[in-house]
């Protein structure tokens, strides 16, 4: 497997010329393997019925506003429509109108490139193992840790009104299961902002030995058993009103960090807790001290045996999900929409989690240069309709002051040989 990830990757990028016969933009999406493509549209049917603006098309488009960050139909079409040339390397029959991408968008099952993300994902997951910053917890070794958060989009409610928030406030929410070592989305449900965080990870589920990760929105004490029944260790922070007795309190030693105020084996002891079957359950209450903002936070976990140290470690990688929310907020399009139907929306987010797995995928198995993803989204961008190599693009072109260069002198023939040449 890994041998033809490799083969689609090098047939992307073929050589590290600087010229090349297809657009950067091209490139890229020919990281896609075309059978997956094919696969997805075969399971949903999703060009049944259209003789123009087929799936490819679609995907295109959205990636191309995705990676080109373009705020409405217009500037798509705009975009690709360059030259009849470019829209041949593109392998498109023609650029599409705005007209013929809105009706795509909101008719198109999204489910199509969902399940296109989720191809990805498996098919170069051993170019994934892990990302090059990652640093394992020694207590832990190599075990799963998936963190568990969402993130909400701003909307107008009269144009998305079916995005419910608040009386006068649309928006819509990604509900995200990140793996930490490789930093990608493995699960992500898309919902109107009105539906809880508790409510969106209904259906994250994880194989024996995972480590979950989640912030005080995740509190609940019927999650707390699916976790324990799936064999996984939840970290997550307790709520201030939660009641509970303490059984015993585990001595703090001189290898415990100065953070560590408090480490005590407790039972939950509220109704709530009893009809959850989780009275006779012990669990860790760990107090920690957060010196860069002054402040405690206390942490609940049904994992006794490791260090206290470890268990506030763990929360602590929980921020890494915040920093990924950030970086495809600012660097993708994803907190303004191209459609205003639930399917349009949820099209366009799919996409952008697909522009930003290409994007990471180029960024970690091709470039050579340790480039930040903000500037390498931004070199991706500039460079993406102009005909360079991909290799060159992100391994050759450098953030430094460049001297202009004086053309080189043409050479005029004498008249009489004009005149040979062009009688």
Not at 5 to 21: D, G, L
Not at 49 to 73: E, I, M, R
Request: net charge positive; charged share 30%.
């Amino acid at each position: 497997m890994v041998k033809l990830q490799k083969k689609a990757i090098q047939k992307a990028i073929k050589r590290a010329s600087k010229k090349s016969e297809h657009p950067l933009f091209g490139q890229i999406i020919k990281l896609i393997p075309k059978y997956l493509l094919i696969k997805c549209v075969d399971i949903y049917k999703s060009d049944k019925h259209c003789s123009s603006y087929k799936t490819y098309d679609q995907l295109v488009a959205l990636l191309f506003g995705q990676l080109n960050k373009c705020l409405s139909l217009r500037e798509i079409t705009m975009g690709l429509g360059l030259t009849p040339e470019t829209i041949k390397d593109l392998d498109l029959q023609q650029s599409p109108a705005k007209s013929t991408m809105s009706d795509g968008n909101g008719k198109r099952d999204y489910r199509v490139f969902e399940r296109l993300y989720q191809e990805l994902l498996k098919y170069y997951k051993d170019l994934y193992i892990q990302t090059p910053e990652y640093k394992a917890i020694t207590e832990i070794g190599n075990r799963n840790i998936k963190l568990i958060d969402a993130t909400t989009m701003s909307v107008c409610l009269n144009l998305f009104n079916w995005a419910k928030f608040r009386t006068a406030k649309g928006g819509i929410k990604a509900h995200v299961s990140l793996d930490e070592a490789t930093m990608l989305p493995e699960m992500v449900c898309i919902t109107e902002a009105g539906v809880s965080d508790r409510r969106g990870a209904d259906n994250f589920r994880y194989e024996a030995g995972t480590i979950v990760v989640d912030d005080r929105g995740y509190f609940d004490f019927k999650l707390f058993m699916q976790r324990i029944a799936d064999n996984n260790i939840f970290v997550t922070r307790i709520k201030d009103n939660t009641k509970y007795t303490s059984i015993s309190e585990r001595e703090l030693t001189d290898k415990n960090s100065a953070t560590i105020i408090k480490d005590e084996i407790i039972r939950l002891n509220s109704t709530t807790a009893e009809k959850a079957g989780l009275k006779e359950v012990d669990l860790r209450r760990i107090t920690v001290y957060i010196a860069e903002d002054d402040r405690t936070v206390v942490i609940i976990t049904n994992q006794l045996d490791w260090s206290a140290d470890t268990i506030a470690e763990l929360y602590k990688r929980r921020w890494k999900i915040e920093t990924f929310f950030k970086l495809i907020k600012q660097n993708l399009q994803i907190k303004t929409f191209v459609g205003t139907n639930p399917n349009a929306c949820k099209s366009q987010l799919f996409v952008g989690l697909i522009a930003y797995f290409l994007l990471e995928l180029i960024r970690r198995a091709i470039s050579k240069v340790k480039h930040r993803f903000g500037h390498f989204a931004t070199l991706i961008r500039i460079c993406l309709m102009h005909y360079n190599g991909l290799d060159y693009v992100v391994n050759e072109i450098k953030d430094v002051v460049k001297k202009a260069r004086e053309p080189k002198p043409v050479l005029i023939p004498h008249k009489s040989i004009q005149k040979l040449l062009f009688s």
